[in-house]
């Protein structure tokens, strides 16, 4: 009978603890996150960008986001991965790393600062002033309290113009002030 408890107890444990996460993969997301830090502290040291740091901390970002997706700094990590390939150049990736924080994680703090990230990337970046006018009325429709709200107004009404015809228009407004 006791040998039959035992066997029992010995079960239920292996059970219990069966369910946790293992210490492995809790310490590889500590791992991948310290990387991370790391990386960020060796990027932000200069004020200039070094574009081999800025795709190795990208690759980071979404690396964890693949392998951590439920965590709560992955939208964070997909934010931030959108704005420096933004600040080098790759327009394209910033606009699918916002894409998946609109898809993924619409309850995310900065939700609306992405929203008008991506309208921003799209008139400034790629030129498509068809889907910056599309992000940014949307910004302005869900948002229209937010801190970047005037920002979105001001873009919309300038939304398409060359220098020169800003400078015109800036002239006119220039001579009725």
Known sequence: MKVKNVFVLCIIVLAVFSCKPSKKELTEQEKLKNEIVNIEKELYKSEEINEELAIQIIEKYIEFVNEYPNDTIAPDYLFKAAEISMNIGESEDAIAFLTRIEKNYKKYSNY??????????????IGDIAMAQEYYSLFLKDYPDHILAKDAEAALLFLGMNDQQLLELFSVMNKYN
Request: aromatic letters at 22%.
């Open 112 to 125: 609306p600062a992405c929203v008008f990230l991506k309208a921003f990337i799209f008139e400034n970046s």
